[in-house]
């Protein structure tokens, strides 16, 4: 998903065409889920090995983007939410809005 919200906020960038006449919202939307998932990514990236046998959750008190993207506590569903479901969810909207406004339809998209 992280590689294919990049892409698809640049293609919305280059052909807006089919995603209305202003993208500037999808493409901000777009971009905003990209940069919570690489936020995610990056933490974990900087020591996947505090998730092995054996292995202390020292290093997860400071990953706040990754505990809020696995946990289940308040504050993590509100930063899942934030980060990445309402925003799916808007540019849900900013799909169909386009689209009832006569975005050109047969376009594939990735």
Known sequence: MLQLTETLARRVEALPGPFGKDPTAL???????HGYLNGVLREWQSDP?????????????????FRG?????????????DG??????????LIQKASAQGGRRGVRTP
């Open 27 to 33: 493409v901000r939307e777009l971009t905003a889920i």
């Open 49 to 65: 090995t505090v998730m092995g046998v054996g292995a202390t959750t020292a290093t997860l008190g400071g990953w706040t983007q």
């Open 69 to 81: 993207f696995v946990g289940y506590d308040d504050a993590a569903v509100k930063a899942f939410r």
């Open 84 to 93: 990445v479901a309402d925003r799916v969810s808007a540019v849900e909207v």
